[in-house]
Structures are given as structure tokens and as C-alpha cells.
């Protein structure tokens, strides 16, 4: 495959999904961020008990909250 066309598909791949992206590295900064200010001493809580565990989840959540401010671009007959 050629490189220029891959760097195309790639491009309009981001682009599609441009609000899922944004969403997941702002809700992983979060819950980073979370998990270091706020967190869990006691390591009891399953979720910001751990950095790993705490940015997986709110990058997820934040993909899935910024998914919702999608225009659909389908017309309903």
C-alpha cells in the first residue's frame, strides 16, 4: 500500500471519530488526575485505587460523554 494513502484513510478515520477521541485523552487526563489528587488511600476502592485502573475508566466515560454532542448527519424520511 502506498504511504500517502494510508496517511488519507488515517486522516479521515481521526476526523470521524475526532469527539470520541478528544473525549477519551481529556477523560484519561481526569482520571489521572483524580487519581492523584483525589484517590484512594486505603486501596479498598476499586476504580482510583490505582492509576491505571482510574485513567481506563474515565478516558472510556469521557469518549462516551463527548460521543453524544455528535451531529447526525443522516436525513429521517
Given amino acids: 500500500m502506498n504511504i500517502i494513502s ?3 484513510s488515517m486522516k479521515k478515520w481521526m476526523m ?6 478528544i473525549g477519551a485523552v481529556a477523560g484519561g487526563i481526569g482520571g489521572f488526575l483524580y487519581w492523584k489528587l483525589i484517590g484512594c488511600n486505603s486501596g479498598t476502592c476499586a476504580i482510583t485505587s490505582s492509576p491505571r485502573n482510574s485513567t481506563i475508566y474515565f478516558a472510556v ?12 448527519t443522516k436525513d429521517v424520511a
Fill in 6 to 8: 494510508d496517511f488519507y
Fill in 61 to 72: 466515560m469521557g469518549a462516551l460523554l463527548f460521543s453524544m454532542f455528535k451531529k447526525n
Fill in 16 to 21: 470521524h471519530y475526532k469527539l470520541w477521541i
